[in-house]
């Protein structure tokens, strides 16, 4: 007897993994919130320096005090982050002020900052990030700057909280993971300056680090092998419906403090809730805990009506179960394995540069979407519908024509739809709106595919480590995406030239990637050496290739993008 027929014993597919798999994926749908919170709560809105004060005895109206204190733009606009040194009262008397604008500005009429503040066009939002601490003009990369810290969170919450799971259990951290979000997230709503403000952000992104692993930990050990592959959809498509949910939320509450406050009250309730998971018995059994291990599963076969096979479970059974399992544990692998045989350093390398790109575009799209001059909240609601056909016509092509094809072809589709997007003209909203959404529907693609695909190319004895792996390469992405958006202000198409152009690169590197349609899974390092690079013919019968029941299942060790 295997670990998978006690499971089967107790009830595999009963009320107790119903609820079980139900509570612990509600927190999901409030993820994208976290993870695009920024897209809102940091809009930038039109602004221009205050009109100068001191006009005493002159009665103007709004616009001509505008005109005589803030100059024009190219497009007629007033500039964001300069002013007359003092009033200019000839503007008054022209018709063509912006001629005479810049006839003056050869002239060398003098210019100031915005000494006494700014003025910002409310009429989307009540108040953001952005006009609380005037982020904007010298301070703009502050913006950029907050999401790359709350990015940064993600990666140092993975490496503390995967390591910590291991040791003190999923249950523990997954109660501290939700705890710390709450807390996090309602003293970043209350935050009093933009430094407390991207700290609280950055304990925000370890807390959700710690509650997608756990989460994802707890789920499919306690679900059968056969129904992993729907489990692992329906908590994807959590995530997808977490980006409506954000548009929506984000719509009804236009100040940035209560919008963040209400993405992080839910996680109270998770907190409360969570009480109620059972620890992996998995686990439990792995370090030493077996009498723990034989009460979870009698509660699971209670539960799910079994009581007479409740009273047939013991440690003997459970042990003898778990011998596999416990046997590997025995076994010491580390990170290096990854990068000691030519086979598996060439995995790494091309899963490394999948990961990175994918990661590194998908959040490079997804968190400036004011620049394509769209209300933002329809185009948070397309983004996020888009994942829906993507993640189901990439499922259909692994399944027909493979991973490795389906890999390539969804990171060049995408590269190559950013690149052609830069050629198109601004005034063509329709047109770009359009393009961006495709290559963002393929990089959702791309993340769907390369997490199965990264779970079968590592063999069982390192996977834990090749997924780990990925994973921080995927989160490093992430938090270096919105820093590449600075260097739009020297040079405007250098970064969708940039989040093409790695798509592009990466889809070359998965190439060279072996096909695992149809092909057992690699269960040690010589496994995988042995199928080394060699092209395998598509077989004629399409089959798919599940993970086999183990704890080192590659869903622990990643995050929903």
């Known amino acids: ?25 509600l927190p999901i749908l409030m993820m994208a919130s976290h993870n695009l919170l920024q897209n809102f709560v940091a809009a930038v809105p039109s602004h221009h320096c205050v009109a100068h004060t001191n006009l005493s005895g002159h009665l103007l109206d709004p616009e001509d005090t505008l005109l005589i204190s ?28 912006k001629e005479l604008e810049w006839e003056n500005e050869e002239n060398g009429i003098k210019m100031q900052g915005c000494v006494d503040g700014w003025k910002y066009n409310m009429t989307e939002m009540t108040s953001t990030i952005i006009t609380e601490w005037d982020l904007v003009c010298d301070m703009r990369s502050l913006k950029q700057m907050g999401q790359t810290i709350y990015m940064g969170g993600v990666l ?68 059968p092998t056969r129904v992993r592959t729907v489990v692992g959809t329906g908590t994807g498509y959590c995530y997808t419906t977490g980006q409506l949910i954000l548009a929506v939320v984000a719509y009804n509450i236009r100040d940035w403090r209560w919008l963040t406050l209400a993405v992080s009250l839910p996680f109270y309730a998770s907190f409360l809730y969570s009480w109620w998971f059972l620890e992996s018995a998995r686990w439990l059994v792995l370090n030493k805990k077996p009498d723990q291990a ?17 009273d047939k479970i013991n440690i003997e059974m ?8 416990m046997s590997c544990s025995q076994i010491s692998h580390s990170v290096l394995d990854l990068l000691r045989k030519r086979t598996m350093r060439t ?31 329809l185009i948070q609601v397309i983004f996020g519908a888009v994942d829906i056909p993507a993640k189901i016509i990439v499922t ?21 739809t950013i690149l052609i997007n830069l050629l198109v003209p601004y005034e063509l909203q329709t047109l770009r709106t359009s393009l961006a959404v495709i290559g963002k529907g393929c990089l959702a693609a791309s993340f769907n595919c390369c997490y199965l695909y990264s779970g079968e190319l590592y063999p069982t004895v390192i996977r834990q480590n090749g997924m780990g792996w990925v994973s921080m390469m995927a989160r490093l992405g992430a938090m270096v995406a919105p820093l ?41 390092i010589q496994d995988a050496e042995e199928r080394g690079f060699i092209r395998r013919k598509q077989p004629s019968k399409k089959e798919e290739v599940v993970l086999k029941d183990s704890s080192n299942s590659p869903l622990k060790e990643t995050a929903v993008p």
């Open 1 to 25: 007897m295997v670990f998978a027929d006690l499971l089967e014993q107790v009830g595999s597919t009963g009320r107790f993994q119903i609820m079980h798999v139900t509570l612990l994926s």
């Open 70 to 97: 803030i100059p024009l733009d190219q497009q007629g606009r007033p500039e964001r982050c300069r002013r007359y040194t003092h009033p200019q009262w000839h503007l008054l008397h022209t018709n063509s002020s």
């Open 156 to 223: 140092v919450g993975a490496v503390i909280f995967g390591g910590l799971s291991d040791r003190f259990g999923r249950r523990v951290l997954l109660l501290i993971s939700h705890l710390m979000l709450a807390v996090a997230g309602t003293c970043a709503a209350f935050a009093t300056s933009f430094s407390l403000f991207s700290l609280f952000r950055f304990f925000c992104g370890m807390a959700l680090s710690g509650l997608v692993l756990n989460s994802f930990s707890l789920i499919v050990e306690w679900i």
């Open 294 to 310: 034989v009460k979870n599963l009698k509660a699971v076969a209670r539960m799910n009506g079994r009581r007479d096979e409740a």
């Open 318 to 325: 459970l042990q003898q179960s778990m011998k596999k399992e």
């Open 347 to 377: 995995i790494t390398i091309c899963l490394s540069a999948v990961w990175f790109s994918t990661s590194f575009a998908y959040y490079g799209l997804s968190m400036d979407l004011q620049k394509f001059g769209v209300n933002i909240y």
């Open 396 to 416: 259909v092509s692994m399944s027909i024509i493979g991973r490795r094809i389906s890999q390539c072809a969804a990171l060049m589709l995408a590269g190559i």
């Open 484 to 524: 590449v958006l600075l260097l739009g202000e020297a040079v405007a198409w250098l970064p969708g030239f940039i989040y093409g152009g790695a798509p592009i690169l990466s889809g070359i590197f998965a190439y060279f990637l072996p096909e695992t349609l149809a092909t057992p899974l690699p269960d040690t």
